[in-house]
């Protein structure tokens, strides 16, 4: 049986909140990396200090044991766990924020597990004409109509983000507040049948304005963390523009780099491998 037959078996009642998706396009180990590393900082584990065993694991997601073992061996190497033959599965101390490789689909599921950890609240969603900026990021035609989410993400009974997304009608006609109140946008997009291929990012120190101070809870011209995101499909077309609004003082990004040299040039780049996406 293949993992993407077995994962339409993992049970609802009792296991994981979030079931693996054997259609998407992020791969199965990936979809569990993610939604243990979620768990994992929710506490689910805390009690034991250990995970499940891996039988354990591949019983509750219904997936292969190459499957579990894939993303245990992530998870060990960002520092969440500790393994050693014929022992349980340890937890480390609890960190706030954990490496990710810089490659698109590790960050990918990092964006992902940031999402699960957080809870959603649908501020206002509507469709409405694209401005002329938006309409030149999204490519469409000025006017045309797009999804506009407004979402505020809480963690720990504290505000830590506000999240203003766009979507052209053709990649999702209809979007439900449920949804968008339970899961990550990205992960509705995958689950579309989307393949996320390209995600252009920009990081930018700003002030909060007074539309931003009241749902952050922050005084005005507090300082805020913006990243703003661009994920484009296999196709090359935007499929959401996203401004995400931290606060400074609940939220750190991080990176790693290394210097690769080029073998058939001379010139040397700088290539992230380790990326951090987690609250300070």
Same mark, same amino acid.
């Given at each position: 049986m293949t993992n993407q037959a077995r994962a339409s078996s993992a049970?609802? !009642?009792?296991?994981?909140?979030?079931?693996?998706?054997?259609?998407?396009?992020?791969?199965?180990y990936r979809q569990l990396l993610a939604d243990l590393r979620r768990r994992i900082f929710a506490g689910e584990f805390d009690r034991a200090s250990q995970l499940?065993? *891996?039988?354990? /694991?591949?019983?509750?997601?219904?997936?292969?044991?190459?499957?579990?073992?894939?993303?245990?061996?992530? #998870? *060990?190497?960002?520092?969440? /766990?500790?393994?050693?033959?014929? +022992?349980p599965t340890r937890l480390t101390p609890r960190r706030l924020h954990g490496p990710a490789e810089a490659e698109l689909d590790a960050e990918l599921v990092n964006i992902l597990s940031v999402?699960? %950890?957080? *809870?959603?609240?649908? /501020?206002?969603?509507?469709?409405?004409?694209?401005?002329?900026e938006i309409a030149a990021r999204l490519d469409v035609r000025p006017a045309a109509p797009v999804h506009r989410v407004v +979402? #505020?993400? +809480?963690? &720990? &009974?504290?505000?830590?983000? %506000?999240?203003?997304a766009y979507l052209p009608v &053709?990649?999702?006609?209809? #979007?439900?507040?449920?949804?968008?109140e339970s899961e990550p946008l990205l992960l509705v997009l995958v689950r579309s049948g989307l393949v996320i291929d390209r995600v252009e990012q920009s990081i930018a120190a700003v002030t909060a304005t007074p539309e931003l101070a009241g749902p952050l809870e922050v005084e005005e011209h507090a300082?805020?963390?913006? /990243? *703003?995101?661009?994920? +484009? !499909?296999?196709?090359g077309r935007p499929v959401q523009l996203v401004?995400?609004?931290?606060?400074? !003082?609940?939220?750190?990004?991080?990176?790693?780099?290394r210097t690769a040299r080029d073998k058939q040039q001379s010139s040397t780049r700088v290539e992230p491998v380790d990326m951090i996406a987690g609250e300070s």
């Open positions: 049970p609802t !009642d009792g296991g994981p909140s979030s079931p693996l998706d054997g259609s998407a396009a992020i791969p199965l499940p065993s *891996e039988a354990g /694991i591949e019983r509750a997601y219904g997936v292969s044991r190459i499957t579990v073992r894939r993303a245990l061996q992530e #998870l *060990e190497q960002q520092g969440l /766990i500790q393994r050693r033959q014929g +022992r999402g699960f %950890r957080t *809870e959603t609240r649908v /501020i206002d969603m509507a469709i409405v004409p694209a401005s002329a +979402r #505020l993400r +809480r963690m &720990g &009974g504290a505000p830590l983000c %506000r999240s203003l &053709g990649v999702m006609e209809s #979007l439900s507040r449920a949804t968008l300082p805020l963390l913006l /990243i *703003e995101r661009l994920f +484009r !499909d296999d196709r401004y995400l609004h931290f606060r400074a !003082d609940r939220y750190r990004y991080g990176m790693t780099f």
